[in-house]
């Protein structure tokens, strides 16, 4: 797709569609109540050739909302679009960003490819976060999942233009719009590695992709096999790969920025660790999950391309932090060789585990993943992770859970995800919670000792493997992979959370 921002009227853009964005200012709680609708525009000549529906009832700019209007009057388009953002009230960026997701949607299977986007006007709407949002969700509308098949007919919407009209801050708004551009292809791409099947994305393939990606961009990249991790003593990430035929890979890739202080000293600046889980194929091992639902297992490697995704973004953006990146990628297979309940493994750490669940797999990963990026030099963690369900029962679809052990680093999160537009809810991880990891035979379990408060009992188990370092743990399980196809986002990857992950970096620039 191509985006551009331009610097003009509304009332002039020969589009195909031209879209516009609506809100309802009522504040009755009254179903029955008639709204009042407004344009997000000053240029009167749109709200005139709108007049007539905004007024009769039969839009009300609900939230992802579309009404459209042919032949518009007074317009150089030849469609205008209405995409409902919600009540005024409660109106924000993140409304935005879907909003300019739903209308690319409307336009990719009416053959409609050239979109002019109206930058909405609204006091509590910031122009630059606004022209960000809405370059960000027209390219994340644009992904379809359906690259494998034979009769797929390219839908693709070729050209989105952002019109902001008023060019007063001009160098503000195309900045913020070639971060959006960055941002969004950076977690497109994430999302791609994530619609891969397990058949086409190995743990070595997805290190050779990752090789590439870095070479475009420029950072430094290390693509490690069993070799490696038996060298390093990983006998928690090995328990987990030695079942599968394919070997595991250990992806490392570090951004220095120029001019920022090195890792060691009085002076040294931080240096951030992504951790990612990459199993690219999860059976649950011996602990064989149900064959219903199994295919979407190849997602279980959503957390290790985000952060790939975000790592990209970061290049590009080039903050000035240091930041590396530790995804542990491998298949959990069943097979003579597979790892079983009741074994003993030595975590990179030397702490030792009792394997209750192979299905419990992904906190085996991470826990040497974790501990190796300390080894690097990392003086603040945060890891994403498909790691339980037990999140996605507690917060279903909609927020994903984090932990932290450090309130400070934890701000630094929940203030990137307000410009993220990404939904966390924060879970405890306090010290009870550790003696349902205890072990009688080993020094924890991978699994708590009853069904109760799994998420928090996986976050303890990682937790154990940070010690004083500053840490976030997200756990991803609900949102990474969009169930059902949303106005503004297609029905599979979703690149949750490419964009908080970089937000929060950016939180650490000198």
């Known amino acids: 797709m191509k985006t551009e921002l331009k610097f003009s009227a509304a009332v002039g853009a020969a589009s195909e569609l031209l879209v516009v964005f609506a809100v309802d200012h009522s504040t009755s709680k009254d179903k029955d109540a008639k709204p009042e609708l407004a344009l997000l525009t000053a240029e009167s000549v749109l709200t005139a050739a709108a007049e007539s529906v905004l007024t009769s009832g039969e839009f009300k700019a609900a939230a992802n909302e579309t009404l459209l209007l042919h032949a518009p009057v007074g317009l150089a388009a030849k469609r205008l679009l209405l995409v409902g953002l919600g009540k005024a009230a409660k109106l924000g960026v993140a409304d935005v960003r879907k909003g300019a997701g739903t209308a690319v949607r409307f336009a990719k299977p009416r053959t409609i490819r050239e979109v002019a986007i109206v930058v909405p006007e609204f006091e509590t709407l910031p122009p630059g976060p606004c ?48 971060e959006g551009v960055t941002i969004a292809e950076s977690q497109n791409w994430a999302r791609s590695l994530v619609n891969e099947p397990g058949n086409i994305l190995t743990p070595t393939e997805l290190g050779a992709r990752a090789a590439a990606m870095a070479a475009e961009v420029g950072l430094k990249c290390e693509v490690y096999s069993a070799e490696k991790l038996h060298e390093l003593k990983m006998g928690a990430f090995w328990a987990v790969a030695q079942g599968s035929e394919q070997p595991p890979a250990l992806i490392v890739t570090t951004y220095e920025p120029e001019g920022v202080a090195a890792s060691s000293g009085e002076n040294a600046g931080p240096v951030l660790g ?88 992904g906190r085996m990963v991470l826990a040497d993943g974790l501990h190796y990026a300390k080894q690097l030099g990392v003086t603040h963690l945060i890891d994403a992770a498909t790691l339980t369900g037990a999140c996605v029962v507690a917060l279903g679809m909609v927020n994903a859970g984090a932990f932290s052990n450090d309130d400070e680093t934890y701000g630094h999160f929940a203030e990137a995800t307000k410009i993220s537009g990404d939904k966390f809810w924060r879970l405890p991880e306090e010290d009870e919670y550790r003696d349902q990891i205890k072990s009688q035979i080993a020094d924890i379990m991978n699994t708590g000792g009853s069904r109760w408060g799994g998420a928090i009992t996986a976050a303890m188990f990682l937790k154990e493997f940070v010690g004083e370092t500053p840490w976030i743990h997200l756990d991803i399980a ?32 000198e």
């Open 131 to 178: 022209v960000r949002a809405i370059v960000e969700g027209s390219l994340i509308a644009d992904f379809d999942p359906d690259i494998y098949r034979s009769d797929r007919k390219d839908q693709s919407v070729s050209s989105v233009t952002v019109l902001a009209g008023d060019s007063t801050h001009q160098a503000a708004l195309e900045a913020a719009f070639a």
């Open 478 to 509: 609900g949102v990474a992979w969009m169930e059902d196809q949303k106005p503004w986002i297609a029905k599979g990857p979703s690149g949750t959370p490419v964009r908080s992950l970089v937000e929060w970096v950016r939180s650490y620039a």
């Open 274 to 361: 992504l951790i990612g889980k990459a199993i690219t194929f999860d059976t649950g091992g011996i602990s064989i999950k149900p064959a219903d639902g199994m295919e979407k297992m190849k997602y279980d490697m959503a957390g290790g391309a985000a952060m790939l995704g975000a790592m990209r973004a970061i290049a590009l953006l080039k903050p000035k932090v240091k930041v590396v990146s530790v995804v542990c990628s491998a298949e959990n297979m069943p097979s003579g060789k597979a790892y079983r309940p009741g074994d003993v493994v030595t975590a990179m750490s030397g702490k030792t585990i009792e394997v209750m669940n192979t299905d419990a797999e």
